[in-house]
């Protein structure tokens, strides 16, 4: 009896072993395989990781950003005034969907003729709505529907160490991204203006980049692309230094332009270098012969710290604090001079 029990006992264990087995090989077919897959089937399967991608925002971004050729005609007295017609490439971004493009001064001026090619194939006419030279920036107008707009964040702050992507079309090999990160902001340095606002960074901008967009890892606007970089030397070889106006700024331009074809800006006639951390104002340096600031008495080394009612945090928002006031006005300058407190009334003309 022992023994039949023993028999009748390892015969229903192998029935269980046998009808796992045959249950198993039905809910994973790859053990039918001899793919050595029973050795790890009670391991937790592993997610392969997503390469890192901009792709996203590029989708968002891409469309916005135009293609744009300036057409100028000139003659030639060596060929009996024969026409000569050249060529310049450059970008655009469009802002607006009534077909506001903003791009560079340098792109367009003293063009003839202007064409907007948009990324789709479809080439358009443009009309030069206004320009600023100072910023290097100017508006454009196409007659079109339905244009795809660049994304924009009224919030953004661009800080150092944000990762920006270049989109343009560089030497009319089509369109362009390129990537790098902001390396400085309130950068001077472009063409012969002194104009501290603009943002530095080294995602490569080649010819024909000019006037393109520059954009987070979110595809949101965060400036105007320029490769108008003031070389000391010409024969030195940069690398990774560009620059791009700030969109908050080229913003204001924008409006500037298409209400008055022009920029007004207030003009004031100092220099400045220094910001003192204890009088929290900036240092007045040179002041121009003539200027507002020279007709109503301030002097070199002056302490500027409130400008009206506006404490001074930086050289960069005392100079916007001018620049935004209409010529005309009167702005009050508190100072220390020699660290005796005094308030100067200056009336501000326009920059010309």
């Not at 072993?17 to 089937?41: C, F, K, Q, W, Y």
């Not at 490769?227 to 700030?246: C, E, L, S, T």
């Not at 298409?258 to 007004?264: E, K, Q, W, Y």
């Amino acid at each position: 009896m022992k023994l039949i029990s023993a028999l009748t006992y390892i015969l229903r264990a192998t029935s269980y072993g046998l009808l796992t087995a045959v249950v198993l090989l039905i809910l994973v077919p790859d053990l039918r395989e001899g793919n050595n897959l029973s050795l790890n089937i009670f391991k937790p399967k592993e997610d392969k990781v997503k390469p890192f991608s901009f792709s996203t925002a590029v989708a968002r971004a891409a469309p916005a950003v135009v293609n744009i050729y300036s057409e100028t005609i000139e003659t030639d007295r060596r060929y009996q005034n024969r026409a000569i017609q050249r060529v310049k490439l450059g970008s655009g971004v469009i802002m607006d969907a009534r077909g506001y493009i903003l791009t560079n001064y340098h792109v367009v001026m003293n063009a003839d003729l202007i064409t907007v090619v948009l990324q789709n194939s479809t080439e358009l006419s443009a009309e030069l709505i206004g320009s600023d030279e100072l910023t290097d920036l100017a508006v454009l107008k196409v007659h079109a529907n339905n244009l795809p707009v660049i994304p924009v964040d009224g919030n953004l702050s661009p800080l150092v160490g944000d990762v920006v992507l270049a989109i343009g079309n560089p030497l009319n090999l089509g369109q362009t991204i390129t990537q790098g990160i902001i390396s400085a902001t309130g950068r001077s340095g472009l063409g012969n203006t002194s104009y501290r606002q603009f943002l530095q960074m080294d995602a490569a901008i080649n010819d024909g980049n000019s006037g393109g967009a520059l954009v987070n890892s979110n595809g949101d606007l965060v400036g105007i692309t320029t490769a108008k970089f003031n070389r000391i030397d010409p024969q030195m070889n940069i690398q990774g230094i560009f620059f791009a106006v700030p969109y908050e700024l080229a913003a204001k331009v924008m409006v500037e332009l298409i209400s008055n074809g022009r920029v007004v800006r207030g003009w004031l006639g100092v220099s400045s270098q220094q910001y003192n951390p204890q009088l929290k104002g900036f240092v007045i340096g040179d002041i121009t012969k003539g200027s507002p600031a020279d007709v109503a008495g301030l002097m070199k080394n002056d302490v500027v710290y409130k400008i009206n009612d506006n404490k001074i945090s930086s050289i960069n928002s005392a100079l916007d604090i001018v620049a935004e006031t209409d010529p005309g006005e009167i702005l009050n300058f508190a100072i220390y001079r020699q660290n005796q407190p005094m308030t100067i009334p200056v009336k501000i003309v326009e920059y010309k």
